[in-house]
């Protein structure tokens, strides 16, 4: 069986990026599939090259060519993102003329990652899209893209899916509990869902119980400015005393201190990895509104674990997501220390009490691996989608197969 794997946007360098690098090793896994990954070099990412990859670019002129190959030769086509509103129009026209509707034999099958319906307009023709479809995946089905989906009347069958993640791959970074710095890191892009800010807002707590933090991955932007600035209109004057900003023009200090939270921007993945795994603890604030939520984790959440940092996650991302066990994220023990916005004392004397017992810690960050592993780990994720994918229209030729996963 030929898997094709399309990223319309193109190279972003982020979650649907790694989802699509994901997939595809899972794929390369299967003696029985053969898998490719092809992405739009119409816009050229400021990530691109922050995650190795072996994916296919292809430029404008070399969409007509492709659709026909995929048309022809492949019996399944992921879209894991669309052409986008960033794209030139040339592009998005033949994107939608070409690798949308041109596609008619193989299965195709979208992936949803975008979380809000703000982002879901940046998709060129995305309704339109998912009625060429022979069915989608979707974090949710209570998220804004159900919702939609519904009220236009579109009737593409829709399953939900979890990310799925190669926990092993990263246990090289893991270190030893007593090489691990008094540190929490954030880790991963600038987004109001993931809460950076929080990092920042509870720095004096932290500072009391000696803690230094930082922030890795985050980019200057419109979005962000609240994480540097008191008043974003008056930001000559209210920038804020507790941050130290790593740049050029001012470089990474070779002392550092607790009393300031150290901000770094994009990351090489790798060495990203490696610099967060020296954390004693890793934070991703990720929360959407409640009945966005399902069984849903990010890649940062999944690679804060996997490198062996005790996870902060907060409360009501994990009052809202299901583990695969059946239990709600908030009920499990020893897989997350629950931050709540509002009580970052509590939060903070939690990670006091791991930071200062080197067994309590190595004993939680076992079980927190053994419990996402179990939850997400490529070896199911991915084959729950491979299975759902070949159910969309029974094609028993190929159900056989799935015994050899």
Known sequence: ????????????????????????????????????????????????????????????????????????????????SLAGRSNTEEYRELWYEYMVKGITKPLKIAFQHDHKLGSLTRNHKVWETMQYMDACFTHSLGSPFCKK?????????????????????????????????????????????????RIVDMQPILEQYRFYSELRGIERSIGSLPLFYGDVKDRENTYKKNIYEVTKKNPEPYIKSPALTYIYGPYNRIEGLAELSESMFGADFFNLDADSHSNNMEYSMAEIIAVGCIPLFDVNWAKNTRHVNGLLMNDLKEFAIFSDRNDFKKTVEEMEELADNNYLRSKFRKNSFELAKEHCDSSKAFKDILTETLLVEKKTNYMDQLEMF
Request: hydrophobic share 35%; aromatic share 14%; charged share 30%.
């Open 1 to 80: 069986m030929k898997v094709a794997i399309l990223l319309g946007r193109g190279i972003e360098g982020c979650g649907v990026t790694r989802f699509a690098l994901e997939q595809e090793r899972w794929f390369q896994k299967q003696k029985s599939i053969s898998c490719k990954v092809f992405a739009s070099d119409d816009k050229k990412w400021g990530r691109r090259d922050a995650q190795q990859h072996n994916i296919i670019a292809f430029e404008n002129d070399r969409v007509k060519g492709l659709s026909k190959i995929l048309d022809e030769e492949y019996d399944v086509v992921y879209y894991h």
């Open 149 to 197: 989906l519904s009220e236009k009347g579109i009737r593409t069958p829709v399953s939900v899916f979890s990310v799925g993640f190669d926990f092993d791959s990263l246990l090289h970074f893991r270190k030893p509990v007593d090489k691990q710095l008094k540190r929490v890191t954030y880790f991963g892009r600038f987004a109001g869902f993931k809460d950076p800010e």
